[in-house]
């Protein structure tokens, strides 16, 4: 049984890298395009890439948030830009309540929000459930990153199928696997559209001080001494000293703070039990 890539393997189920998503058809990008636009954008304000992205793809884009501190800047941004934008984000069903709290605060700060939350095919998580139990991701890293695959990954990459460009909340100083990204990439775990990261040189600091002087609502569970924010049962406080991403999944030692949605995490077991709970889905 050979690894496999938790995005590569989900980029199967979404039709294979090299073909647009299913939107409005615009012409993609290709990896030389992309780096060209990277360096064109790269010290400019976020704005100004989310505008061009918004002209070039639009209705075919879509903005994607877990609702921390980078999603609700973003969609300010984005908002202002175009209130019909579409912003998803994946309801995994293990949010903490705040989540929703912070959700209702966004719908009547911005009118008419177009906002999808994305949820899991219910009988493939009956089925992990079944089979591993409801907190399967304490045992060990491979059934935590099924458990981030069924809920997490795969609503994803169904919708991307949709789209011909995501803008996500990825900065450089986040976590060690994000130190590299560029504002404009060609996604190739989700059918080679383009992904784009305006957010991307910003400090934590910067991000903060935009969502203060603006006023933007915020998730109220970083009052409380959260810096990364996931789902409830893999999220916690982190203690002094800690880094940012130290409250995901505190109980793994030497496993990627990573759920596969951004970055593809190599496993030997994760291809197996998604053949054992979901089938000849999984090609």
Same mark, same amino acid.
Request: glycine share 8%; aromatic share 8%.
């Given at each position: 049984?050979?690894?496999?890539?938790?995005? $590569?393997?989900?980029? $199967?189920? !979404?039709?294979?890298?090299?073909?647009?998503?299913?939107?409005?058809?615009?012409?993609?990008?290709?990896?030389?395009? *992309?780096?060209?636009? !990277?360096?064109?954008?790269?010290?400019?304000?976020?704005?100004?890439?989310?505008?061009? *992205?918004?002209?070039?793809? !639009?209705?075919?884009?879509?903005l994607?948030? *877990?609702?921390?501190?980078?999603?609700?800047?973003?969609?300010?941004?984005?908002?202002?830009?175009d209130?019909?934008?579409?912003?998803?984000?994946?309801?995994?069903?293990?949010?903490?309540?705040?989540?929703?709290?912070?959700?209702?605060?966004?719908?009547?700060?911005?009118?008419?929000?177009?906002?999808?939350?994305?949820?899991p095919?219910p009988?493939?998580?009956?089925?992990?459930?079944?089979?591993?139990?409801?907190?399967?991701?304490?045992?060990?890293?491979?059934?935590?990153?099924?458990?981030?695959?069924?809920?997490?990954?795969?609503?994803?990459?169904?919708?991307?199928?949709?789209?011909?460009?995501?803008?996500?909340?990825?900065?450089?100083?986040?976590?060690?696997?994000?130190?590299?990204?560029?504002?404009?990439?060609?996604?190739?775990?989700?059918?080679?559209?383009?992904?784009?990261?305006?957010?991307?040189?910003?400090?934590?600091?910067?991000?903060?001080?935009?969502?203060?002087e603006?006023?933007?609502?915020?998730?109220?569970?970083?009052?409380?001494g959260?810096? !990364?924010?996931?789902?409830?049962?893999?999220?916690?406080?982190?203690?002094?000293?800690? $880094?940012?991403?130290?409250?995901?999944?505190?109980?793994?030692?030497?496993?990627?703070?990573?759920?596969?949605?951004?970055?593809?995490?190599?496993?030997?077991?994760?291809?197996?039990?998604?053949?054992?709970?979901?089938?000849?889905?999984?090609?």
């Amino acid at each position: 049984m050979s690894a496999q890539a938790v995005g $590569s393997t989900e980029a $199967s189920m !979404s039709g294979g890298a090299g073909f647009a998503g299913a939107g409005a058809g615009a012409e993609l990008i290709d990896e030389l395009e *992309a780096g060209e636009l !990277s360096v064109e954008f790269e010290g400019q304000e976020p704005q100004e890439l989310l505008e061009w *992205a918004l002209e070039r793809f !639009s209705p075919a884009i879509g903005l994607s948030t *877990a609702f921390q501190i980078d999603g609700v800047a973003l969609l300010d941004m984005a908002y202002e830009l175009d209130p019909s934008i579409q912003v998803f984000s994946m309801d995994t069903g293990r949010l903490p309540a705040e989540t929703f709290e912070l959700i209702e605060q966004l719908r009547e700060r911005y009118p008419g929000l177009n906002l999808e939350l994305l949820s899991p095919e219910p009988r493939h998580v009956q089925a992990m459930v079944a089979r591993h139990g409801p907190n399967l991701f304490y045992q060990q890293v491979e059934k935590r990153l099924l458990c981030c695959n069924i809920r997490k990954v795969q609503p994803l990459t169904r919708h991307l199928a949709t789209l011909d460009a995501w803008i996500t909340g990825l900065r450089r100083d986040q976590w060690a696997t994000r130190t590299d990204i560029r504002k404009v990439e060609i996604d190739h775990d989700h059918g080679a559209i383009v992904k784009l990261n305006p957010l991307a040189e910003w400090t934590e600091d910067e991000v903060w001080d935009y969502v203060r002087e603006r006023e933007i609502p915020y998730h109220p569970l970083y009052d409380r001494g959260y810096t !990364s924010i996931g789902c409830a049962p893999c999220t916690r406080a982190i203690a002094p000293g800690e $880094s940012g991403r130290d409250g995901r999944w505190w109980w793994e030692q030497n496993a990627p703070k990573e759920c596969g949605i951004h970055c593809a995490v190599e496993t030997g077991g994760l291809e197996h039990e998604l053949h054992a709970i979901i089938g000849e889905e999984v090609q």
